[in-house]
């Protein structure tokens, strides 16, 4: 990478994306709505189950401009989520300037592990045991998806709902390859605990990015 690429990566200039796509949110609380989604390169919050492993090493994804990348997003589709990797390793002001004074509404995907940056509309804060996230975020997160790998997780994702404000949106998704086992164990907890919903990742059925 030269220097001035470096400036401009650390400005938010110009950010790694691995791909960027239009597709169907199949997640959480907006499940079913037509988004544009671009997922930046970039993390090392290390989730072994993660389905987006290629995403990691930013090193493997160009650098775009996002001042492009914003306008390629919002001709395709007001509604815009951004995920990674994890978004908010980058310094995401101008990317969501942009985005904004072309009309858009902005969702992110983030585990919370980095500090916040950018203009937000909706954040879905996925907690992770390796990297936890900047306290600061629970405050202003719309809707707190947890995943369930295993039984301990319940707990997990009570004492993350402890930490959000009472509006949040409480979500149990389970990791997709412990669905079977999963899922009736998550429909008993939700049927017990009515505060939690349950989230399927509906893309993954459907076929669709
Ligand atoms: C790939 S992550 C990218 C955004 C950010 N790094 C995060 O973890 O929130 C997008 C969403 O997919 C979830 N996810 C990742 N791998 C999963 C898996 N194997 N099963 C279920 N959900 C998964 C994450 O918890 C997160 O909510
Ligand atoms: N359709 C679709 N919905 C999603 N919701 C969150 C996703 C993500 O990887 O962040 C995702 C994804 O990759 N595809
Ligand atoms: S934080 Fe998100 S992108 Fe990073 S490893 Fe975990 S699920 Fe994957
Ligand atoms: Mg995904």
């Given at each position: 990478m030269t220097d001035s690429e470096k400036i401009e990566l650390e400005k938010g200039i110009s950010l790694p994306v691995m791909e960027h796509f239009y597709t169907i949110q199949g997640e959480g609380a907006h499940t079913g709505k037509a988004a544009y989604f671009i997922r930046l390169g970039g993390c090392?919050?290390?989730?072994?189950?993660?389905?987006?492993?290629?995403?990691?090493?930013?090193?493997l994804h160009p650098l775009m401009k996002t001042e492009k990348i914003a306008e390629i997003a919002a001709s395709n589709c007001k509604t815009i989520v951004l995920t990674g990797?994890?978004?908010?390793?980058?310094?995401l002001d101008p990317l969501t300037k942009k985005l904004k004074d072309l009309g858009c509404t902005i969702h992110i995907e983030t585990s919370g592990a980095y500090k916040m940056s950018g203009i937000l509309d909706w954040i879905t804060l996925s907690p992770k045991k390796t990297g936890l996230p900047k306290p600061e975020i629970y405050k202003k997160a719309q809707e707190l998806k947890v995943i369930i790998f295993n039984n301990n997780d319940f707990k997990f994702a009570e004492e993350q709902a402890e930490k959000v404000e009472d509006g949040c949106k409480l979500y149990l998704q389970s990791e997709w390859s412990k669905r079977a086992e999963m899922y009736p164990k998550m429909t008993d907890f939700v049927m017990k605990n009515p505060k939690w919903q349950v989230s399927v990742q509906t893309h993954k059925y459907l076929n669709i990015p």
């Open positions: 090392d919050v290390g989730c072994h189950w993660c389905d987006v492993k290629e995403s990691w090493d930013p090193n990797g994890e978004p908010l390793m980058w310094n």
